[in-house]
């Protein structure tokens, strides 16, 4: 940057080649100057004997540092694929997981169709960018696309439009569909909050079972809703449940 530059620039002959000797004494992958200045005599000799790469760039050098940080962050974060439908409902980024033809993609579809948006479909890959944020993204291969048993693979942006997708989104959530077990005792006052872990960071996960007759987009949508309003800290379980002790212990 300027300042650098200008400090060498300030120096004898001799005392600049030893302060660069000094620098590229490091195991250094490249040098970056920015602000498009002009490149010092000395130190272009010394990156061309130690083949050291010698780059030049027009951007600010606070602006650089931003987002040269923002793409080694992103490049070098911790990744994994899941199986799974990644939408984005109500701005919450939901990530449906459940047994192949349990009806994921279907789900989504009805979702879309009624305003929201697709990011994934089938192959979800998950990125960690911080400890308690994962981003999640579709795979090249099938970006915009779904597939629908009986239809096979679907263009939703051009069936859809441009604002039917979206390209990544952070998973805010998890629902896993399941089919309807009678035997099974399920959560109907949502109280306890449960998680999954996805790269080391927890997620909020629900589990929605699933019979004919229910309408699942619809379920979702207010899963994402409740969501917005945990977050606000309106939790609907718990005033309920306090409501309902208090009515109890004033009959009895």
Known sequence: GRTELAYLGEQTAETRKVRLRQLLFFNIPCIIITDDLLVLDELLELCDQKKI?????????????????????????????????????????????????????????????????????????????????????PDEMIRHHMEIRGLGIIDIRSLFGIAATADEKPVDMVINLEKWDDQKEYDRLGIFQRTVKFLKVEVPSTTIPVREGRNLAVVIETAAMNFYLRRMGVLSAEKFSKQLRAKMSGDF
């Not at 010698?54 to 650089?64: M, N, Q, V």
């Not at 439908?85 to 579809?109: D, H, N, Q, R, T």
């Open 53 to 137: 790469p010698l780059l030049r760039t027009p951007a600010r050098t606070g602006e650089f540092i931003y987002q040269l940080s923002r793409y080694l962050h992103n490049r070098f974060a911790p990744r994994k694929s899941v199986h799974g439908v990644f939408v984005e409902v109500y701005g919450v980024g939901i990530l449906i997981m459940g047994s192949s033809g349990i009806g994921k993609s279907e789900c989504a579809l009805e979702l879309i169709k009624r305003g929201h948006r697709l990011v994934a479909d089938d192959a979800v890959q998950l990125m960690k960018i911080s400890d308690t944020k994962v981003v999640g993204s």
